[in-house]
């Protein structure tokens, strides 16, 4: 038995776009097992990897005191290989006969190109997902069987939010009847902090046709509910990478940030951009505008226009997106 010890980068999208590199090394390494460490709330998405030892939770302190925490943590095991995907010394500072670090570099390569080029993985690997037989169970119970739209209007940043109300209309538009998600239900995701996110968007939804999936459940049991989902429409956000991971035709909505480096990865995926590029945005920003208004100049019809391209375009093979029992 070897051990391998895989340190996530610090946001929740940076650490699922990175699990196709875990992914990779579960594969090619079958007699390891795995300790992983990652922002608290991202460890979810790692609790059912094949040959799991133990998942250390990264808690950001003052002063970059969390890496001398998970230094204390990991020290004492001597490693067979130790991969840290946050720039860090971490990996020389420890015992172990390999070790893997990834470095900044071209702020126009895509993170997953970069990830695996700095590290000797060719051809990237797409990210993926680990769920339990629970988690997927109880996702069909709250989803159902028929279609569903799925939306995420909130973000780890208000810059990066595009107006809540206009989750709602472009809802609207694509369920109509007539439309191409004619009468489907529409899921609603954040956390329950995120309400005045959430709640416009429902409000423009049938009583009997939204799903509220706001109540603070882990990201594993959201991954399986998204999963279900015939279309994703979301912020850029964490959210947005995990429906990508679940092969769901995936639209990430975009403005301050470039979408060159973390678009959603996979086949089935688009984006829909601001007007103004995301230099413009944050010249804008610097100059005092509203930080909750950047996205503004990203229409409903533009949103709607991409998103019914994107599901189009995907048609041909929607039996990859059938609800799995």
């Known amino acids: 038995m070897s051990a391998v010890l895989f340190v996530c980068a ?27 460490a990652a922002v608290p709330s991202a ?9 799991l030892h133990k998942l250390i939770p990264v808690k ?23 991969v840290c995907l946050r720039g860090s010394i971490l990996p020389w500072l420890l015992r172990a006969r390999e070790r893997r670090a990834t470095t900044r570099s071209d702020p126009h390569d895509r993170y997953v190109v970069r990830l695996a080029r700095q590290l000797g993985i060719d051809p990237p690997p797409a990210p993926r997902l680990w769920l339990s037989a ?11 069987d028929g279609p569903v739209l799925a939306l995420a ?20 538009r694509l369920t109509a009847a007539g439309a191409v998600l004619a009468g489907a239900r529409v899921a609603v995701f954040g956390l329950p902090t995120q309400q005045h996110l959430t709640a416009p968007a429902l409000a423009a939804i049938p009583p009997d046709r939204r799903i509220d999936i706001s109540d603070g459940r882990d990201l594993a049991q959201v991954a399986a509910c998204v999963r279900r989902a015939r279309l994703f429409i979301g912020n850029d956000s964490g959210l947005m990478h995990i ?7 995936t639209l990430g909505l975009f403005g301050p940030t470039p979408p060159v480096t973390h678009d959603p990865w996979g086949e089935f995926t688009a984006v829909a951009r601001t007007p103004a590029s ?40 929607n039996q990859r997106w059938l609800p799995v029992p």
């Open 60 to 82: 950001k302190r003052r002063h970059h005191l969390h890496w001398l925490d998970l230094y204390r943590a990991v020290a004492p095991v001597r490693w067979d290989l130790v």
């Open 134 to 144: 629970g988690d997927v169970k109880e996702a069909a119970l709250r989803m159902g």
């Open 278 to 317: 995301h230099q413009e945005l944050w010249r804008q920003l610097r100059e005092g505008a509203p930080v909750d208004q950047l996205m503004n100049g990203l229409t409903v019809d533009q949103v709607e226009r991409s998103a019914i391209e994107l599901f189009q375009r995907s048609a041909p093979a």
């Open 243 to 249: 429906a990508a991971a679940a092969q769901v035709p």
């Open 153 to 172: 209007p909130a973000a780890n940043w208000p810059a990066k939010q595009w107006p809540a109300e206009r989750f709602g209309e472009v809802a609207r």
């Open 10 to 36: 610090g946001q929740i999208g940076d650490c699922v776009l990175a699990t196709g590199i875990l992914g990779h090394l579960v594969e090619t390494r079958p007699e390891a097992h795995f300790t992983i």
């Open 43 to 51: 460890l979810p998405l790692f609790r059912y990897v094949p040959r």
